[in-house]
């Protein structure tokens, strides 16, 4: 049986995800950017999904996007996010759609959002949206 708390416990040091990683304790939002085709795609992966070619860069992003899709967590599903908290699609503007968490206010679908983070103790903070200043 998978432990929850491994389901938030990322930022180990795994070859795919380590820029990453390392960026987001700098507070500092990458995606991959393939080479050969300029697509842009997150979650990490070794291949662009797109053309399948492994010449991918890291990119970093404006940290703005659109809420692509949203729903409130009304029931404790692990112990670092004590419910109720959003859970959406973000569409950043340079492409790439994230899972994150919306924080600090009321989202709607196709409103947008500007990036911040969340702190959590001896890992790297996690890349989380909040609505944008009208």
């Known amino acids: 049986m998978t432990d929850t708390t491994d389901l938030i416990a990322v930022g ?3 070859p795919t995800t380590e820029t990453f990683w390392k960026a987001c304790a700098e507070r500092r939002l990458l995606v991959q950017k393939c080479a050969d085709c300029g697509s842009h795609q997150f979650y990490p992966r070794p291949f662009c999904l797109e053309c399948e070619s492994n010449a991918l860069d890291w990119v970093a992003v404006a ?3 659109t809420v692509y899709s949203l729903t409130t967590v009304r029931v404790p599903v692990i112990e670092e996010l004590t419910p109720p908290y959003e859970v959406a699609l973000v569409d950043l503007d340079e492409g790439p759609r994230l899972l994150t968490n919306i924080i600090a206010g ?3 679908i196709g409103d947008r959002v500007t990036l911040d ?3 959590r ?3 790297p903070p996690l ?3 909040r609505p ?3």
């Open 117 to 119: 983070w969340r702190e």
């Open 132 to 134: 944008a200043e009208p």
């Open 63 to 65: 940290g703005t996007g």
């Open 106 to 108: 009321d989202a709607a």
């Open 127 to 129: 890349p989380v949206f």
């Open 121 to 123: 103790d001896g890992l």
């Open 12 to 14: 180990a040091a795994d």
